[in-house]
């Protein structure tokens, strides 16, 4: 993932840490105190909540910990993981930023190397003209630059 993603993470881990845990189990322990659990819908709800809140955690601590930051080398010459690619498609000139699929913004032009585009432009140079097939039509992406 890019080093931007990577700070996002650890960004909402610790608000996840600090800010969401911290209220979720107030809320339990304020409920708790009400007596009966077997009869407080509320409880249960917020426990569940604050087990969510726990999982995220984890889970998000497991993804930071086994993360590897992309930093592409566009002395390369050749199209991989996080590199800027200008291409040019149906004469207009596009540019789009390669990344992982936790990371994909189509609407910003980042798509992910599992797209059908970003499956066709790694490996690319520029100059090279690859091939998107969809189900009734062949795109080309022809590579004027990467960075």
Same mark, same amino acid.
């Given at each position: ?25 107030? +809320? ?9 659990? !077997? ?43 996080? !590199?800027?690619?200008?291409? +040019? ?38 100059? +090279? ?10 795109? +080309? ?7």
């Amino acid at each position: 993932m890019t080093e931007d993603k990577f700070n996002e993470l650890k960004t909402k881990l610790e608000r996840l840490k600090k800010v969401s845990q911290p209220r979720a189990a107030a +809320e339990v322990k304020r409920l708790a105190e009400m007596g009966d659990f !077997s009869e407080n819908a509320a409880y249960g709800i917020a426990k569940g909540r604050l087990r969510g809140i726990n999982q995220r955690i984890m889970d998000m601590e497991e993804h930071l910990k086994q993360a590897v930051i992309i930093k592409p080398n566009p002395r390369t010459g050749l199209v991989e993981l996080g !590199s800027k690619v200008t291409v +040019e498609v149906n004469g207009k000139q596009k540019t789009f930023l390669i990344l992982g699929s936790s990371e994909t913004d189509p609407f910003s032009d980042v798509i992910s190397r599992n797209s059908p585009v970003g499956r066709a432009l790694l490996g690319g140079e520029v100059g +090279e003209i690859k091939r998107v097939v969809t189900a009734n039509k062949t795109i +080309e992406y022809k590579i004027i630059r990467i960075e």
